[in-house]
Every structure is written in structure tokens, then in C-alpha cells.
């Protein structure tokens, strides 16, 4: 339980912090977009440039960066846990 709430919630904030970022890319300076949204840049970056579908093209991109998105937050929710245990059990 202790690394799966984080994880689920992570994925949830990490889908809505890319819907949020694509939603806003244009107006939204690119070092704060970075910051709250590092997986829309990297998932622009190793996007494949093949001749391939639009569905697997996106899919592909949708994939890293919720991925990402994901790995960033659950480990920032791991993290506040781990303090707030510490700082509990003290």
C-alpha cells in the first residue's frame, strides 16, 4: 500500500499535468512547461521521425510521456511520505 497509492496517484497527476501542458503549450514559457510537464518534451524528443500511422505515432508519444509524467509524481508522493513517516515516527 505504501508504493501503490503514490503510484496511482502519481499516474493521475502525471495524465492531467500533460493534458493540462498540451492543452496550454503555446502560451506556457517552455522552462515552466519542462518543470510541471518534463514528459511532453522528451516524448517530443524520442518520437520516432518513421513514416508511420498517426494512431501509432501518437500512441507512441502518449505512451512516454504519461510514462514520464508518471514516474516524475509517484516518486515526488514517495518522497512526502518517506519525509512525513520520518518525521511521524520521530
Do not use: C, W
Amino acid at each position: 500500500m505504501r508504493l501503490i497509492l503514490p503510484a496511482v496517484l502519481g499516474s493521475l497527476l502525471g495524465f492531467l499535468a500533460l493534458a493540462f501542458a498540451i492543452q496550454d503549450e503555446p502560451s506556457i514559457p517552455v522552462p515552466l512547461l519542462a518543470i510541471f510537464s518534463p514528459g511532453l518534451k522528451l516524448a517530443e524528443i524520442l518520437t520516432p521521425a518513421k513514416h508511420e500511422s498517426l494512431g501509432s505515432t501518437f500512441g507512441g508519444f502518449l505512451r512516454v510521456a504519461i510514462g514520464v509524467n508518471a514516474v516524475l509524481y509517484s516518486s515526488i508522493f514517495v518522497f512526502a511520505g518517506y519525509l512525513l513517516d520520518r518525521r511521524l515516527s520521530r
